[in-house]
C-alpha cells in the first residue's frame, strides 16, 4: 500500500513539474518552453497558409500555457490527494495580463520579422 502511495506521489509531482514549467507562474518558461512549442505549432499551421502562422503561434502560446495550469492543477491534486490548491481571482487576473503580455511580445516579434514561418528563413 505504501509503495503505491508513493507512486502516486512522484507521477503527481511529474505532472505538476511538467505544468509548472509550461504555465504562466514563472517567467523564464516562456523563452525556452512555450514560445518553442507555440512556433512549431504555428509553423504547422503555416504550412497550409502563411495567413495561419499567427494566429496559431498565438493559439499554441495559449494552449500552453493553459495546459500547463491544468497539469499543475492535477498533479497537486494527486500530490496532496483530497485538498485542492487555492487559485484565487487575483492570482487568475495575474496570470491572464502576463499571458496578454507575453501575447502582444510574441505578436511584437513576428510583426518585426523576427519570427517567421521557417520556409521563409530559406528564401
Known sequence: MEITRIK???NGGILAFIGFLLSPLS???DLIF???LAYLFGSFFGLFS???FLPAFVLGYWLTNIAGLILMH???KKIVKNEQPKYSKRELLKDFVLS???T???IFLVKMGWLKVPSEYFK
Open 104 to 106: 502582444l511580445f510574441v
Open 74 to 76: 492535477h498533479g497537486v
Open 50 to 52: 502563411k495567413q495561419l
Open 34 to 36: 512555450n514560445i518553442p
Open 100 to 102: 496578454i503580455l507575453y
Open 27 to 29: 517567467w523564464w518558461n
Open 8 to 10: 502516486h506521489k512522484v
